[in-house]
């Protein structure tokens, strides 16, 4: 197997140091891809500087399904993986995503005996505690329109090479979003997620209480906050893309739960009424957005895979690249 792992990223340079030194550490054997957004706080420099990373993507977008496209497209490995560069790789992640994805398994389930492989692993991210033992989430499956789907933290991933084509990729169209809907897709065209405890990475939350970080939800030195109208822009446009205008069901029950949320809030006194209805305008102006692009993107990819704006697009995602591999 070899193993090509793409770190997307966007002003996290003291992060992403981290995150390299971890997998110089953990996966020496990984070919290395760094895709750099429009940074400005030196990343640059600092990734050019290392003899560890094998390739430096620069792209002009603050988008991270497009920043995982433009490292899919250097990528030569078997195996690609996607980490999101503030977390670092855990001792044994790359044992068990090989262990999990070794071409005689895969060979083997082509052959059409024995246990079938998965085609995408996935794992713990596991957050600093006050006790210092972390914590991780489990994994989180649900069933939509007769399919199973098993999500994955895009921050903590691995495809074969047939799965991540088969998808033709990211969604581009998605700031947010773009790991749920490959889920969804890849349930479509019955690819399998295994969820490994062993493939772990860590995340030690400082700067950042929210968690995990979607580069492209945030502006230079800027913090996170919450979009209601391209979350559900991104919810809509992901459901009806994959199931049709009937999901918009799922919509609606997102709604409502969201909105007694916020009314709690206004109960308490930690929110104001107009703050609610403005959010609630966020959403309906979202939702209708998401319909309208969800049926155009419905008709304009009618095979299972549900791209129209996949990695098989477009070529011009780099605007440079600096690749030490000759």
Avoid at 3 to 18: A, C, K, M, Q
Avoid at 72 to 98: I, Q
Avoid at 188 to 212: S, T
Wanted: hydrophobic letters at 40%; glycine letters at 12%.
């Amino acid at each position: 197997m070899q193993l090509s792992v793409v770190v997307p990223t966007l002003n996290g340079r003291e992060r992403l140091v981290l995150c390299l030194d971890s997998l110089a550490e953990h996966a020496p054997e990984a070919e290395v891809i760094v895709v750099n957004g429009p940074s400005v706080d030196g990343t640059t420099g600092a990734v050019r500087a290392r003899d560890d990373v094998d390739v430096l993507v620069e792209i002009d977008e603050r988008n991270i399904d497009v920043a995982r496209n433009a490292g899919v497209d250097r990528a030569t490995g078997d195996v690609v993986a996607f980490l999101d560069y503030s977390v670092t790789v855990e001792p044994g992640w790359y044992e068990a995503l090989a262990d999990a994805l070794t071409a005689p398994a895969s060979a083997h389930r082509a052959s059409g005996h024995g246990p079938a492989a998965p085609d995408v692993v996935t794992g713990p991210t596991r957050r600093a505690s006050p006790d210092g033992d972390g914590s991780a989430e489990g994994p989180e499956r649900s069933r939509l329109g007769g399919r199973r789907v098993t999500y994955f933290n895009g921050g903590n991933v691995a495809f074969t090479r047939e799965a991540l084509d088969a998808i033709d990729g990211f969604d581009e169209f998605l700031v947010t979003g773009g790991g749920r809907d490959a889920a969804h897709r890849l349930a479509a065209l019955g690819r399998d997620v295994a969820w490994l405890p062993g493939m772990a990475v860590r995340y030690d939350g400082r700067g950042d209480p929210a968690g995990i970080r979607e580069p492209s939800l945030y502006a230079d030195g800027g913090e996170r906050t919450r979009d209601w109208a391209w979350r559900y822009r991104s919810l809509t446009y992901r459901l009806v893309k994959n199931y049709g205008a009937r999901s918009c069901w799922r919509v609606c029950r997102h709604a409502l739960v969201d909105a007694a949320g916020a009314l709690v809030d206004v109960a308490r006194g930690e929110s104001r009424p107009s703050s609610w209805f403005g959010n609630g305008r966020d959403v309906v102006v979202g939702t209708a957005a998401g319909l309208r692009t969800g049926l155009v993107a419905r008709v304009r990819d009618r095979s299972p895979r549900r791209n129209p704006r996949g990695l098989s697009t477009r070529s011009d995602r780099a605007v440079a690249v600096y690749d030490r591999r000759g």
